[in-house]
């Protein structure tokens, strides 16, 4: 047997889940494949073939036949150019209202016979192709699927479109279509976000390194740096590799990779990351992984696979359609067998055909979206509140999402004779010109006291130490205990460390003055909303976090919840999947460019959007607008009634189609009328749904 290859490539012209599962099977059908990965937000398949019987020419060839296209030249990898807008809250406002306003005209005006004056009035034959022409690529795809030996949801619409058309009702068959693309349309614009985020992700890392060669320093596209190669950092410039510091020093922020809200101090021997930040300092580092191989590059590459995994699940429409489907179709041919009746065995397709299977889940998810909006909450989709109904488990990052994600000064502690406010206007005053977000704590801490910073005199920054300065013909050095380690050992300073706090020592003249404490508070709503989860029937509540042992210990003990230290964002990713292989239904929440793959694989993401990175916005499935975290438990109610208000109108729905058939099969209910009768599950549904507008 040949020596099996992967093949990676991109496909243009999906813009549904449904699209990548044509693609994968014409694909699979293919001699010689023998695993296939389609991934709707990359627009890219990899496939893993015998070189021996299938190329890509074979390939491209069948996936034209299934509608799409694979591009003669492979791009390059980059990051390519949004072709998508933001949107704004008027656009959304001004969708909702003309939706709203084509549901009530279309269901209302069917039931009160508002379209029999209007449509009279209109050519049969011209409503026909109205609804052929608009209906067009709803059709296609159904036609797609029949060959694939597929049903999808728009298969049993597509019958109600037939059986309507059948027995004249053009304009029911308008409906049916507008509510297909509707929802064609929604799904296309929330693939296009998806792509949005795998986007303005790759775009945060550097597109070119600084390296020495033969003597000089050339600068290349980063995915070209070879493993070995000596690359140069400069002050204020984000690191291209993942690489071990070989000379130099400089203050990290690397809030990327490891959520770390304090910038972390590399020197010769540390490990450093591709897309973080070099604050203060220059480095050589020696590359050990370039391009996608770096850290960074695998968070890309998670968040691409966890959109994949999901693909492959089908909405609920679509399993119900499956199973409901066939038994429509017995039905009517047993009715037409029987009776010799095709008035009635038209009655049958049109009362199964019913909008209510289509309106039943996604009315109430609109619904709730809706209502959720008012608060704060962005959720993505109905399928994100079905799952949040069923969460048992909930894993939460601390910087940034159970903190405010930036250091706030605790402590000012005088020593030496000296106060604290002493030392603290000392330490202002040393520190006003600096960038460091520690200083920028410090000089947030003295203004709000009240006290007057001096202007410095010979300010020098030390990276990996701190600043020495100037003020008031005192020198004045700030800066870590590594600055100061021939001072005596410091009780006051044990205690606070032992608070996971991160501290400055202030020394003026060569003697020790104060110390100073900065730490990343809790948010103070955390409590109770923990608490309040709880009571919903949250199992499981843990902390993730890349900070140090002592500082998660600290945070989760404060909150009486488990917790993990010193994690990267594959860590993270790990331990979703461990729950989820455990059967757990996980919710995930976090802010950073490094919760992105855990959001993404998640069963629930939920980003805190106000502070929070775009990225893990865009990966999340929830958006907490405010940094508010009594909005946590508010999604998680509305997730629950929604679900219960989606039963409710199922349950309406099987009744009501139970009778229905009944009445056609047995001749009773004519087609005219059961065109005609197809408003009113849509108008219990509406009722029953309209009450999540109202959530507590």
């Known amino acids: 047997m040949a020596e099996l290859k992967t093949l990676e490539f991109p496909v243009r012209g999906m813009d549904c889940a449904e699209c990548t599962q044509h693609v994968q099977h014409a694909i699979a059908a293919l001699p010689g494949v023998e695993s296939v990965t389609v991934l709707l937000a990359a627009e890219r398949a990899t496939v893993r073939l015998d070189p021996a019987r299938v190329d890509l020419p074979m390939i491209r060839q069948a996936v034209a036949g299934a509608g799409y296209q694979v591009p003669e030249a492979v791009e390059a990898a980059v990051p390519p150019a949004r072709t998508l807008q933001d949107v704004t809250r008027p656009v959304l406002t001004v969708f909702g209202i003309v939706f709203g306003a084509v549901l009530f005209v279309a269901v209302f005006g069917e039931w009160l016979g508002w379209f029999e004056k209007a449509t009279a009035r209109v050519p049969f034959a011209a409503g026909v192709a109205l609804v052929l022409l608009f209906g067009y690529p709803v059709f296609k795809n159904v036609i797609r699927a029949a060959l694939h030996k597929q049903i999808i949801a728009h298969t049993l619409m597509t019958l109600g479109v037939i059986a309507a058309l059948a027995v004249g009702e053009w304009a029911t068959a308008a409906v049916a279509v507008f509510f297909m693309r509707v929802g064609d349309y929604a799904e296309r614009f929330t693939t296009e976000r998806a792509r949005k985020a795998v986007r303005d992700l790759t775009a945060l890392a550097p597109q070119t390194a600084r390296v020495e060669r033969g003597g000089e320093e050339v600068e290349i596209p980063a995915s070209l740096v070879a493993t070995g190669e000596i690359v140069v950092v400069r002050p204020g410039e984000k690191i291209p590799v993942d690489g071990e510091v070989l000379s130099g020093q400089a203050s990290i922020d690397q ?292 900070d140090n042992e002592r500082t998660a210990q600290s945070a989760a003990a404060q909150l009486g919840i488990a917790y993990r230290a010193n994690l990267l964002p594959e860590d993270k990713i790990r331990i979703v999947k461990e729950y989820q292989a455990a059967g757990r239904v996980v919710v995930m929440v976090g802010d950073g460019v490094n919760d992105a793959p855990a959001l993404a694989q998640a069963d629930v993401g939920i980003a805190m959007g106000a502070r929070g990175s775009g990225v893990a916005v865009e990966a999340a499935h929830v958006a907490l607008m405010r940094d508010d975290w009594s909005l946590l438990p508010r999604v998680f109610h509305i997730a629950r009634r929604t679900l219960r208000v989606v039963r409710g109108n199922l349950g309406f729905t099987l009744l009501y189609n139970a009778i229905g058939l009944t009445l056609a099969a047995l001749g009773i209910l004519p087609p005219i009328l059961a065109a005609a009768l197809q408003s009113l599950p849509d108008l219990g549904i509406l009722g029953n749904s309209s009450r999540l507008l109202k959530q507590d």
Not at 448 to 471: I, K, N, W
């Open 255 to 546: 809030a990327a990779i490891t959520g770390e809200a304090m910038p972390v101090e590399a020197g010769p021997g540390a490990k450093v990351y591709a897309a973080t930040l070099a604050q203060l300092g220059s480095l050589r580092i020696r590359t050990t992984r370039a391009g996608m191989d770096t850290t960074f590059g695998r968070v890309v590459r998670m968040v691409e696979e966890a959109e994949a995994n999901r693909a492959e699940a089908q909405r609920l429409g679509d399993r119900f359609a499956a199973g409901y489907l066939p038994v429509v179709a017995a039905i009517a041919l047993g009715t037409y067998l029987i009776s010799r009746d095709p008035l009635a065995t038209a009655a049958v397709l049109l009362v199964a055909c019913s909008c209510s299977f289509a309106l039943a889940t996604p009315i109430a998810m609109l619904a709730s979206i809706g209502a959720g909006a008012k608060h704060g909450l962005l959720i993505k989709g109905g399928r994100y509140l079905e799952l949040l109904a069923k969460a048992d488990t909930l894993l939460i990052d601390k910087t940034g999402t159970l903190t405010a994600g930036q250091p706030r000064l605790t402590d000012a502690i005088g020593l030496n004779g000296w106060s604290g406010e002493e030392a603290l206007r000392l330490a202002a005053s040393a520190e006003r010109y600096s960038e460091h977000p520690l200083a920028g704590a410090v000089r947030s801490a003295a203004l709000e006291r009240g006290l007057r910073l001096m202007q410095p005199q010979a300010f020098r920054a030390l990276p990996g130490l701190g600043v020495r300065a100037d003020v008031d013909g005192l020198a004045v050095e700030v800066g870590s205990r590594r600055m100061l380690s021939d001072d005596a050992a410091v009780p006051q300073a044990d205690a606070l460390e032992a608070q996971g706090k991160t501290l400055l020592f202030v020394r003026a003249a060569g003697a020790l003055a104060g110390v100073l404490a900065a730490a990343d508070e809790l948010r103070p709503e955390a409590p109770a909303a923990l608490a309040d989860l709880r009571k919903l029937g949250i199992q499981r509540i843990e902390l993730l976090t890349g």
